[in-house]
């Protein structure tokens, strides 16, 4: 690629400032590992009818929240639009730690069908980090006035994908490796710290979150992550991110207040991250049970 071209990059956070800590990390990983220039696009419910993350929670104007399992679950649909469907764009969670140079990402080759790359494989694909081809999306994608009006918009969009699977290309590489998949930590390309009862930021933005009155949007429990030494790696460059000049208040904006989402009560993490042994012997019977009886159908994160 081009020594000068500007790689894009959306990423979705929470809009009443508790990921500040895993933004400052991202921000500052991106950058420690690539010469190119960046830009980033923080995608945040807004209150101003001009944004495209705008959202009226009382008149049920704007994106409709309320079955999402994040505050940005729908967003990624409209980042093809946000390019004037033209170039590329990476969009990712904002629980994530960039490992390597974004540039090989960036410029991973787009099969002839394909409008997306993400992890995945012959039956199931993980679009929380992923790399849109912009122009050829345009005929397979809602418009955002669609996008917004409907409440089953993100639903339906991943409808869509399970379908047709051919639109979503997998890349075989550890650029978006789930809470550590067992890998050493310099295998790691992009760490996706992906379980949300377990992410590193919680130590931090937790206790200041309680210190300003304010709570988290996750309402699960949280659990020690299983992979100390991916814990320690996240410490690390969270102190180089403050030693080079970031703080969590940078990115601090106006909070939105109150919104609408799918709670987490019940929420289960992954292989990853929670053993087995956490369910009951029935639970576990009947889910594999289950498990046998199913037909292996394209599947898709939330």
Request: negative net charge; proline residues 5%; contains cysteine.
């Amino acid at each position: 690629m081009n020594q000068e071209e500007v790689i894009k990059i959306f990423i979705g956070c929470d809009p009443n400032n508790c990921d500040l800590e895993q933004m400052m990390v991202l921000d500052y990983s991106i950058h420690k590992h690539t010469q190119h220039p960046i830009e980033i696009v923080w995608m945040q419910l807004s209150h101003d009818p001009a944004s495209p993350w705008y959202t009226n929670q009382e008149t049920g104007q704007g994106w409709h929240t309320t079955k999402w399992a994040t505050p940005f679950s729908g967003f990624r649909w409209a980042i093809p639009e946000h390019c004037n469907f033209k170039g590329r764009a990476i969009y990712m969670d904002a629980d994530v730690v960039i490992l390597s140079d974004i540039a090989e990402l960036w410029s991973h080759p787009i099969d002839d069908q394909a409008i997306v790359i993400a992890k995945g494989g012959k039956n199931s694909a993980r679009l929380c980090t992923c790399l849109w081809d912009c122009e050829k999306a345009k005929q397979y994608l809602l418009q955002l006035n669609e996008l917004q009006s409907n409440p089953d918009s993100h639903k339906n969009m991943m409808q869509l994908l399970k379908d047709q699977p051919h639109l979503v290309q997998p890349y075989q590489d550890s650029y978006n490796c789930i809470d550590g998949e067992g890998l050493a930590a310099d295998q790691i390309k992009i760490l996706h710290y992906s379980d949300m009862g377990t992410q590193f930021s919680h130590k931090y933005s937790f206790s200041r979150l309680e210190a300003a009155g304010q709570k988290h949007w996750f309402d699960g429990q949280t659990f020690p992550h299983p992979r100390a030494d991916l814990s320690v790696l996240f410490d690390q460059y969270y102190n180089e991110a403050l030693a080079a000049g970031y703080k969590p208040e940078n990115y601090e904006i106006t909070p939105y207040g109150h919104f609408a989402k799918a709670s987490q009560m019940n929420y289960h993490g992954n292989k990853f991250t929670r053993s087995p042994s956490e369910k009951n012997w029935f639970s576990r019977i009947l889910s594999n049970i289950k498990s046998s009886f199913k037909t292996k159908r394209f599947s898709l994160d939330d």
